[in-house]
C-alpha cells in the first residue's frame, strides 16, 4: 500500500518558521517526484514546490519563491519543506504528493492527508 505521512505542522508566529516532513512508503520512492501543495479555506488547492525524483530540480510556486525550500532524503524516503519568513496568507492545510515533476496536482497520484499550517499576526 502506497502512503504518504506529513508531519511537522503547526502554530507560528508572523515572520516564523516551520519545517514539514512527508514519509513515503509502499513503492520506490527514489523512482517519483515529490510535491508540495496547501489548500488555505474557501480557496483552490494552490502548487507549492517539487522536486525531481533525483533531487537536483525543483520547482517554487511564485508566492513562496525565496521563502520555502523543497529537499529529500532518497535514502529515507522523506521530503521536506522548510518555511521561512512565514505570513497569515501562508495559513493553509499542506499536502504532500507523489508522482511525475509538475506544477499541476493532477500529475501526481498518491497524496498524503495534509497537515495544518496556522501563522498568527
Known amino acids: 500500500q502506497v502512503q504518504l505521512v506529513e508531519s511537522g505542522g503547526g502554530l507560528v508566529q508572523d515572520g516564523g518558521s516551520l519545517r514539514l516532513s512527508c514519509a513515503a512508503s509502499?513503492?520506490?520512492?527514489?523512482?517519483?517526484?515529490m510535491g508540495w501543495f496547501r489548500q488555505a479555506p474557501g480557496k483552490e488547492r494552490e502548487f507549492v514546490a517539487a522536486?525531481?525524483?533525483?533531487?537536483?530540480?525543483?520547482l517554487y510556486g511564485d508566492s513562496v519563491k525565496g521563502r520555502f525550500t523543497i529537499s529529500r532524503d532518497n535514502a529515507a524516503n522523506t521530503v521536506y519543506l522548510q518555511m521561512t519568513s512565514l505570513n497569515s496568507d501562508d495559513t493553509a492545510v499542506y499536502f504532500c504528493?507523489?508522482?511525475?515533476?509538475?506544477?499541476?496536482?493532477?500529475?501526481?497520484?498518491?497524496w498524503g492527508q495534509g497537515t495544518q499550517v496556522t501563522v498568527s499576526s
Open positions: 522536486i525531481h525524483r533525483r533531487g537536483n530540480i525543483r
Open positions: 504528493a507523489q508522482g511525475d515533476y509538475s506544477s499541476r496536482s493532477t500529475d501526481y497520484d498518491v
Open positions: 509502499g513503492r520506490t520512492f527514489s523512482n517519483y517526484a
